[in-house]
């Protein structure tokens, strides 16, 4: 009787030990999607829905002849500016690989580009040239929104890829402990 509860004992302290351990990886994993991916998408998100927004008031403001209108969009175009350089500069710390801060240094520049080409649409529209402000937009600065958008999405799919690869890792483990040692228990009585 004393050994069949020692077993026991023994079995339980180990399951115990493997369950801690599991929870320890499950930690581990939710601290890092957490700290990287989550927070990463949820920038990127904010980044292009700010500069999607963007492109839309601009192309307001280009075809608006109203200069109150004009200058509600301005006030609309310069806070969305904004938000967009704040989610780009707050998601600079979260680009932790070496994939991820390549495709961050390539998509900075070309915010920038987009961002000081919008300026330039902006005056030829405010000075009411509106055709050569349209005309500027479409030959140039159309292809760098595209990259733009392109390069967003993509920073948006590498957070995802590192995010979805993580919670199998414990839950396979956990899975694997709790069939070996249902075994051995088994086994025992």
Same mark, same amino acid.
């Given at each position: ?40 998408? /949820? ?20 075809? /608006?002849?109203? %200069?109150?209108?004009?200058? +509600?969009? +301005? ?7 904004? +938000? /967009?350089?704040?989610?780009?500069? /707050? ?35 405010? +000075? ?36 979805? %690869?993580?919670? %199998? ?21």
């Amino acid at each position: 009787m004393g050994f069949l509860s020692g077993g026991l004992i023994a079995v339980f302290a180990l399951a115990s030990a493997v369950s801690l351990h599991s929870l320890a990886v499950l930690n581990d994993a939710t601290q890092l999607i957490t700290t990287d991916p989550l927070p990463g998408m /949820a920038l990127m998100s904010r980044a292009e829905g700010a500069i999607l927004e963007l492109r839309g008031d601009t192309w307001r403001h280009v075809s /608006a002849a109203d %200069p109150a209108e004009k200058a +509600e969009m +301005e006030k609309s175009i310069a806070t969305l500016t904004t +938000e /967009a350089e704040t989610a780009l500069l /707050a998601y600079a710390p979260t680009a932790l690989s070496d994939d991820d801060r390549a495709l961050f240094g390539k998509l900075k520049p070309v915010w920038a580009r987009y961002r000081d080409g919008l300026q330039t649409v902006l005056q030829l529209s405010r +000075e009411n040239r509106n055709a050569e402000a349209h005309t500027l937009y479409v030959s140039g600065l159309a292809q760098t929104f595209s990259d733009l958008r392109q390069l967003l999405v993509a920073e948006g799919d590498i957070n995802r890829q590192y995010a979805l %690869p993580l919670p %199998p890792a414990p839950h396979a483990s956990v899975e694997w402990s709790s069939f070996r040692y249902s075994k051995t228990v088994h086994i025992l009585p």
